[in-house]
């Protein structure tokens, strides 16, 4: 399997380091969960992929393509979600996803049907001519999944996704990215709702101050942690306490 995104000895630094020459392998066609207590380096890491932070040291590969050298075709093949949602309040779902298939290219013969197939699949297409002005956080959350889906990435990032929805918006973001990992696309996701990494995840990273502490699948950290049938909450709070301890 190849590749999606390599990360190498990846480099943050504001007052403190933020990330830490990280070194972090996504394979193609995974879902992978990057977890980690506040402050552990999730967010800074995925803006620096995303392009929308500049590390100070280290590279970052995407399917191949130095996305430093070459961040336009980079980013042709990443879409990034944050956990508050981007929109243009006076536009309405249908007018937004056509304004962002333009910025990327999508010809409009392919960006009307997709967009009608994405608002049908997250359940918006009855309020596709609603202003987004008057949408709760789910509905807004949803048409921001959306506007990253429209110019069908092979690369999604999603900080947070699941934040403040409820539960049936949730599974409904849920189901669309699983259907996105099961059509080919690589998904990375932080969630602080480590049921839904456990569930969801094919592999999980853990990292903590700016460093990969731990990675595998759910099986493989409890052999680490020596826990067989542990819950990913369990072997995540012994880990990163155990490094704390360590630290400390």
Not at 66 to 81: F, G, H, Q, S
Not at 86 to 108: H, K, M, N
Not at 124 to 145: H, I, P, V, Y
Request: charged letters at 25%.
């Amino acid at each position: 399997m190849s590749d999606a995104l390599v990360l190498a000895g990846l480099t943050k630094t504001f007052r403190n380091p933020a990330v830490d020459r990280l070194d972090l392998t996504v394979r193609a066609g995974e879902l992978y969960a990057l977890l980690g207590p506040n402050g552990a380096g999730k967010t800074t890491t995925l803006r620096m992929v995303a392009g929308l932070l500049k590390p100070d040291a280290g590279a970052i590969s995407v399917f191949g393509i130095d996305a430093l050298a070459e961040p336009i075709a980079a980013k042709r093949l990443i879409a990034w979600a944050p956990d508050e949602p981007l929109l243009y309040d006076r536009l309405t779902p249908v007018e937004y996803l056509e304004f962002v298939a333009g910025l990327w290219g999508v010809a409009p013969d392919v960006a009307l049907p997709r967009a009608e197939e994405l608002l049908k699949t997250l359940g918006l297409w009855d309020e596709r001519n609603r202003r987004c002005e008057g949408f709760s956080r789910g509905m807004k959350q949803k048409a921001a999944l959306a506007g990253a889906l429209i110019h069908d990435p092979k690369l999604l990032i999603l900080d947070e996704p699941l934040t403040g929805l409820d539960a049936a918006v949730a599974r409904q973001v849920k189901d669309l990215l699983q259907a996105r990992v099961d059509a080919g696309a690589t998904v990375i996701l932080t969630t602080h709702i480590l049921e839904v990494a456990e569930r969801m995840a094919d592999r999980i990273g853990i990292i903590q101050g700016g460093r990969l502490l731990a990675e595998g699948t759910l099986d493989d950290l409890r052999a680490r942690t020596g826990e067989q049938g542990a819950t990913l909450e369990d072997v995540f709070l012994d880990l990163t306490t155990e490094t704390e301890a360590a630290v400390a």
